[in-house]
C-alpha cells in the first residue's frame, strides 16, 4: 500500500478535509447573506454574478472527491454537437435518482462543462436549513418543495420565472420520481401504477407529473432544451458508489447516457405533457434493463446509440480545494499549536472538542446521503398520488 492510500484511509486527512469544507462554507454562507440583503435590492443581475462564483467556490470542495481524491471514471455517452448547447443555454434535467452519489456525479457533468457555478435543483423545503449547503441552496434560488401541492404549486411559478431570467446559463435538476430509489418504494409504485393503469416500471419509481407539468408554461420560450441524464452503475462492481467509499479514495465508474430533447417535443396540454414523461420514463427503464443485462444502455432498449465522448477534468476544485485548505488550516494550525505549548488543559479541551464537532458533523451531512437515510415519501399509495 503506497503512501498515498495510506493517507486515503487516514481520519486525520478526512478532519482536515471536514475543517476545511465547513468553515470555508461559514464563510462563503456569511458573504451571501450580506450581498442578499445588501445587493440584491438594488442590483439582481450582479448580486446574482457574484453568487454564481461563490456557490461554485462551495459545490468545487465537493465535486474535488469524485474528480481527484478518488479519480471517479466517468463513461460519457453525449452527441458531441450538443455539448456546446450544454455549456451555454439554460437546460432542464431529467436524472433518475437511485444512487448515493447521483447528485454529485450530475456536478460533474456541470463542472466539466463550466455551469456548476449556476446548479439549480427541485429539493426538499427542510434542506434550507441545514447550514452550509441548504443555505447557499437557499441564497441560489433553489426549489424548495413542501410536499404540498397548493404552496408548491405558487413556488414552482414564481421561482421558475426568475430562474429563466438568469444571466448566465442555468441547469435546473428534476428527479421526477421524487425520492430516492429502494425495494420498498419500488414495489408501492408498481402497485399505485397498476391502479392507475400507467406503464410498471422495473428499474424507476413512476415519475410524478405534477411539478414537470406546472414547470413547463414558464420554461417556455425561455429554455429551449431538456437533458435526460440516465446514470448507471454495474452491480457487481466490488467498490459500491457511496459517498463513504470516495471518501476513502476507492475508484468507481459510472456510466452516463445524456442526450438532448428539444422542449417543444412536449405537448403543451397537460395530459399530453403528463402521457409523455410516462412514455420517456418508459424509454429510461428500457435502458436501465438494457445496461443491467449487457452493461450497455442501447443493445437492448431500441434507443439509437450514441458516442462515447470525453470530457476532460479541469484543475479548478484542485486549486479552489487548495486554496481553501491552506485559508482555513493555516491559522488553525497556528493556534493549536499556541494552545499545546501553552499547557493549559482548559484551551486543550476545547479545541480537541471543537474537532471533535466537527467530525460529528461532518458524519452527519455524510448520513444524509446514505440511502438507507432517504425519506420514506413514495412508501404508501396516498404519497404516489
Known sequence: MGLLSVLKQSNVIYVIFGITFLTSGLIINFFQCLLYFGLRPFSIYLYRKINCYLCYSLYCQLV???????ELDIVLYMNKDDVEKFRKNHKYILMNHRYEIDWLCGWIICERTGVLGNCKAYVKKSLQYVPILGWAWRFAGYIFMERNWEKDKEVIT??????????????????????????????????????????????????????????????????????????????????????????????????????????????EDEKGAEEWLHKHYEKKDRMAESFEQTGDFFELSGVPKLEKITLKRRYNSLVNIIFWAVVVNAPILYYLIIILLSGSIIYFSIGASSIFLICLLLQRMIGMSKISKSSSYGTDDKKLK
Open 64 to 70: 474535488f472527491v469524485p474528480e481527484w481524491w478518488s
Open 158 to 267: 414564481s421561482q421558475i420565472k426568475e430562474l429563466v431570467n438568469y444571466p448566465d446559463s442555468i441547469s435546473l435538476l428534476l428527479c421526477a420520481e421524487g425520492t430516492r430509489f429502494t425495494t420498498e418504494k419500488l414495489e408501492a409504485s408498481q402497485k399505485f401504477a397498476q391502479k392507475a393503469n400507467l406503464p410498471i416500471l422495473n428499474y424507476h419509481l413512476t415519475p410524478r407529473t405534477k411539478g414537470f407539468v406546472a414547470s413547463l408554461p414558464h420554461m417556455r420560450g425561455k429554455i429551449s432544451d431538456i437533458y435526460d441524464m440516465q446514470l448507471q452503475f454495474k452491480s457487481d462492481d466490488p467498490v459500491k458508489p457511496t459517498l463513504t467509499n470516495l471518501l476513502q479514495g476507492k475508484r468507481i465508474t459510472a456510466y452516463i447516457c445524456l442526450f438532448r430533447i428539444p422542449l417543444e417535443e412536449v405537448p
